[in-house]
């Protein structure tokens, strides 16, 4: 983990989860509507930066070399360089779904005073819903800006299930009970607002 040294002016975080190379076409693990929802995410961070939020990276290793993805030390691992953290950004390593398990995030959260957290990335029923549903659990204002979010197709007892329905049911999920879910236009527009 790397610690950034600056204060952030506000009491919101933006926390970007697992925009990671092996998530994009050619990687191990391609998630449907990724570039559009780093695109989303890039316009997030650049907001976020601008009106002093403490903006957070979360990177997601797998323990084995022999991983389906995300394996230790390799490229796919790595930050996709549309969303390159900046100089001196408070980057978390994570090994489990669930951002908040074993890693300084709630540490760094408390640290800097954070009530709200932002939240984006990959997979929207995975890693994202479990940063949100926790992030709840612990107190904090959840928003998670849908369309900066990205999924697979899933099946479950021989039913395929498509990337966007799988995306919608989890968005709908959480929207009814964790979290506000807005699009990035939506947010950005609420944020120059309250600014």
């Known amino acids: 983990m ?40 890039a316009r997030l961070i650049a907001a976020a930066r601008a009106a002093g939020d403490l903006v957070v990276h979360i990177r997601h290793e797998f323990a084995s070399s022999d991983a389906p993805f995300f394996a230790p030390g390799t490229p796919g691992a790595e930050i996709h360089p549309d969303v ?5 950004a408070t980057v978390i390593l994570k090994h489990y779904i669930n951002s908040f398990r074993d890693t300084g995030l709630k540490a760094i959260l408390e640290q800097n005073g954070i009530e709200e957290v932002v939240i984006c990335g990959a997979m929207s029923h995975l890693c994202i819903d479990g940063a949100t549903r926790a992030a709840d659990d612990f107190g904090y ?10 999924a697979r197709d899933l ?3 021989g039913v395929r299930v498509p990337a966007a329905q ?22 950005l527009e609420g944020a120059a607002k309250a600014a």
Not at 141 to 150: G, I, K, M, P, S
């Open 2 to 41: 790397t610690k950034g040294n600056t204060k952030p002016k506000t009491k919101t975080a933006l926390l970007v989860i697992d925009l990671q190379n092996d998530y994009f076409p050619g990687g191990k693990w391609t998630c449907e509507g990724i570039e559009a929802a780093t695109t989303n995410a």
């Open 84 to 88: 390159t953290p900046a100089e001196g």
């Open 141 to 150: 204002r959840c928003t998670v800006v849908h369309d900066a979010c990205a």
């Open 155 to 157: 099946e479950f007892n």
């Open 166 to 187: 799988v995306h919608a049911a989890f968005m709908a999920a959480l929207a009814a009970a964790y979290a506000k879910v807005v699009s990035t236009d939506a947010h």
